[in-house]
């Protein structure tokens, strides 16, 4: 298989989504040809991932040289661990499907958007991780299990299937053009608490910079590779929430003890991670870097954008 591949026909599942508009977006500037998989009106293919039988008689007769999973069941920040739950389902039950429809269209790539959580929710410290140490360990409770469950095999199936090139981009926390509006209207409204961060940091990735990694995997991306795509600057989710305060003047979250949280059971996870991850394999071999070295430089673009 060659790298470099241009004009490629594109089937992306989640293009409706906010990441998957940007997606369609930078592949499109690449030359590709993008068709959207989805249940709206907007989209090329309307199937549902979840519905294989529907999803394979959408496909049918249909030819594509890539397939990328960017689907998600998430309308909104996740904030308990049911929040998450249609969303796990989609790496388990809706890879495996849309991995029978990429085979049924004669698709040589398979591309899954996969997270740098699955790594793990715990606090790493100063190690660096790369996409070389273990990625879904175990979860240290049933909740977290069923989490990492999903990432582990979302990658699985992605690497493990015959006739498939598998890639994955391993995303840092999103923000930026579409989804940071809605944390500027939490905090406008007085409704989102952040405890300190204590020394915590999560990597960031802005929408744009991840589309772009995206079209880059598509073209120079290697078979049985994960990637991690994430800024240069980590930072913990009080102090990332700080910045989109300071930029937007609105005001900053409230400080409250960590346990107030608790009720927000998957935010209070969230907020006891700690992890910095490595991008040297995605920029030497996808040639790809962000053009937000931070949360601040691509929150500061947003803001000039708006005006």
């Known amino acids: 298989m060659t790298t470099n591949r241009k004009n490629q026909s594109i089937l992306l599942a989640g293009a409706s989504g906010v990441l998957g508009g940007h997606i369609t977006h930078a592949l499109t500037e690449a030359g590709h040809k993008v068709t959207g ?4 009106q907007g989209n090329g293919v309307r199937a549902d991932l979840m519905d294989r039988d529907a999803l394979l008689r959408a496909v049918d007769g249909q030819h594509f040289d890539t397939v990328i999973h960017a689907a998600t069941a998430l309308r909104k920040s996740p904030m308990r661990h049911r929040d998450m739950h249609a969303t796990d389902a989609l790496r388990v039950d809706g890879t495996a499907h849309l991995i029978e429809a990429a085979q049924a ?4 790539r398979f591309i899954s958007e996969s997270i740098v959580l699955g790594y793990g929710y715990g606090d790493f410290g100063d190690q660096l991780l790369t996409e070389g140490d273990p990625f879904g360990p175990r979860g240290t409770t049933p909740e977290l299990e069923r989490h990492l469950e999903g990432m582990r095999i979302k990658e699985q199936l992605t690497f493990g299937t015959t ?3 598998g890639i994955a981009l391993r995303y840092g926390l ?3 053009p579409g989804g940071t509006e809605a944390i500027v209207d939490m905090l406008r409204k007085r409704q989102l608490p952040a405890p300190g961060d204590h020394g915590r940091v999560l990597p960031w990735i802005e929408l744009t910079d991840a589309a772009r990694a995206m079209a880059a995997a598509v073209e120079h991306g290697r078979a049985g590779q994960a990637y991690n795509i994430v800024d240069r600057t980590p930072l913990g989710f009080r102090g990332h929430v700080l910045c ?4 937007f003047g609105v005001p900053k979250p409230m400080t409250v003890p960590r346990w107030l949280v608790r009720p927000m059971s998957y935010v209070h996870v969230m907020m006891q991670a700690s992890m910095r991850v490595s991008t040297a394999k995605a920029e030497r ?7 937000y070295a931070s949360s601040r430089d691509g929150l500061a673009a947003l803001r000039a954008a708006a005006h």
């Not at 989109?244 to 930029?247: G, R, S």
């Open 105 to 108: 269209t004669g698709a040589s």
């Open 285 to 291: 071999e996808l040639g790809w870097t962000p053009v």
């Open 37 to 40: 998989l989805g249940r709206g």
């Open 163 to 165: 006739g498939l090139d």
């Open 174 to 176: 999103f923000y930026g």
């Open 244 to 247: 989109v305060a300071e930029e």
